[in-house]
């Protein structure tokens, strides 16, 4: 069995929860930094993030989830997610857990479109991913390693750097649950090719 879990300090996680259920996956809701080790992937929803960076440091979780990713473990962040696995975020001092080599810009679809829906083409996932966007980031820039997967009018909304998964929308307010599990998919890869992931205990 795969265990995933999702980071539960703030957002939508039943929702994640749901998407990310296949047969051979175990779902964990994560509240404490000692439900880690036992994980191969972990989903970092979406919220608000300066708020989650603020939990992040009050339950402890800053360097554990460094050291998740150092581990080459496999995360999914949405929204508010990708922001906190960003390297760089626009008119900010700082990224937040810096794990993926972009630049995100906070907010970046206009008042008038507080929220939308769209459908997208997501490379090697599918053509029609309908897309639910909610005060979202866009991705403005990214490294030579990161893949970009989707892009809205122009702005990167999804991409991939190795084992870290990130968009700007959220995949798990629709039925559609194609996107969560390539992700599963990255998972199960991951740990076929990495059993010292599940060695230690
Ligand atoms: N606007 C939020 C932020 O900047 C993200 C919104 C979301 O996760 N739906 O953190």
């Given amino acids: 069995m795969l265990k995933i879990g999702v980071l539960a300090l703030q957002g939508a996680v039943q929702e994640h929860i749901k998407s990310l259920q296949a047969p051979d996956v175990e779902t964990v809701i994560v509240k404490r930094t ?7 992937g972990l989903v970092f929803p979406g919220g608000e993030s300066t708020t989650m960076r603020r939990l992040v440091n009050k339950y402890g979780f800053y360097e554990p ?20 696995m960003a390297d760089r975020i626009a008119q900010e ?3 937040h857990l810096q ?7 906070r907010n970046a679809f ?23 966007f909610i005060r979202a980031p866009l991705i403005s820039s990214t ?5 970009v997967l989707s892009s809205f009018n122009g702005e990167i909304v999804a991409a991939r750097q190795n084992h870290l998964l990130a968009c700007s929308f959220h995949p798990e307010l629709t039925d559609d ?7 599963v998919q990255m998972v199960r890869e991951s740990k ?5 992931h599940t060695a230690v205990t």
């Avoid at 490294?143 to 893949?147: K, R």
């Avoid at 649950?177 to 992700?183: A, D, I, L, N």
């Avoid at 076929?192 to 010292?196: C, G, R």
């Fill in 177 to 183: 649950t194609r996107f969560h599990q390539y992700f």
């Fill in 143 to 147: 490294g030579d390693d990161v893949e």
């Fill in 65 to 84: 989830l460094r050291a998740f990713a150092a581990a080459g473990k496999p995360i999914f962040g949405t929204c508010a997610g990708l922001i906190l």
């Fill in 93 to 95: 001092p700082q990224g």
């Fill in 34 to 40: 000692d439900q880690l080790e036992a994980l191969d």
């Fill in 110 to 132: 206009g008042r008038q479109r507080e929220s939308f829906e769209t459908t997208l083409v997501v490379k090697d996932v599918a053509e029609d991913i309908e897309a639910v």
């Fill in 99 to 105: 794990l993926m080599d972009m630049n995100v810009q």
């Fill in 192 to 196: 076929e090719t990495a059993p010292e």
